[in-house]
């Protein structure tokens, strides 16, 4: 059995494991009206906010919205966190199981060192936006939406070192304990975030395009029910 999905005036769209909003963002210049949730509180994230266990918001809530974004925290997966030694959940086969659940289509979000526990994930670079940043992340889809892999130009310019300041005429990697934030701030479009939301946030280009696609199919997706 299906049914259409009820998207919402304007369409609803729950940014789930939000941080500071550089997602939720992207899909609210889409055109989507955005609600992010987090369990630490978010007094930058720049549109509707509730503090709550993301994976237990999106089993008790998510069903009323009609697409889901959720990024659960990466640095499990993270070379920077290897190298230090740290531990740290992996979430992302809970995430999944709570999105499949709701019934409706979603996407999740995370980086290289996680493609591998990703379904058959399409992997967005800046270089894609024109951004001065390469930035792979990489996006699993769910609940009949899809997303197909666009072109990854090459890298042609030289990019410095994680967490090192950016010489002239190269592009950032703004992770870590990064130099420049206002230069990061400009080259991601991120304007209201400090540094903590910076290493870490998806550039709203990203999630902007990726709207822009489930827009285009929500209005005659069916959903399994």
């Not at 995370?110 to 270089?127: F, T, W």
């Not at 899809?146 to 890298?155: D, G, R, S, V, Y």
């Not at 950016?166 to 991601?188: C, E, H, K, T």
Request: aromatic share 10%; net charge positive.
């Amino acid at each position: 059995m299906t049914h259409p999905t009820d998207i919402g005036h304007p369409p609803r769209i729950l940014d789930a494991f939000c941080c500071q909003g550089g997602a939720g963002m992207g899909y609210h210049r889409a055109g989507f009206e955005v609600t992010g949730v987090d369990k630490d509180a978010q007094p930058r994230y720049p549109l509707g906010f509730h503090q709550a266990e993301a994976i237990a918001f999106i089993r008790e809530f998510g069903a009323g919205f009609g697409f889901l974004h959720a990024s659960p925290p990466c640095q499990h997966d993270t070379d920077c966190q290897r190298i230090q030694g740290n531990t740290h959940p992996d979430l992302i086969a809970p995430t999944r199981d709570a999105l499949n659940a709701t019934g409706r289509p979603w996407v999740m979000e995370n980086v290289r060192g996680a493609a591998r526990k990703l379904r058959e994930p399409v992997m967005l670079c800046g270089a894609m936006f024109g951004l001065r940043t390469y930035r792979h992340r990489y996006f699993e889809t769910g609940g009949g939406f899809t997303l197909t892999q666009p072109h990854h130009p090459a890298h042609t310019i030289p990019q410095a070192k994680m967490g090192r300041p950016v010489p002239d005429g190269w592009y950032g990697q703004f992770v870590g304990n990064f130099s420049g934030v206002s230069l990061a701030r400009q080259v991601m479009d991120v304007p209201w975030m400090n540094r903590d939301g910076i290493r870490e946030c998806i550039p709203p280009a990203y999630t902007r395009w990726i709207g822009t696609q489930a827009l285009a199919q929500l209005g005659v997706l069916a959903v399994a029910a």
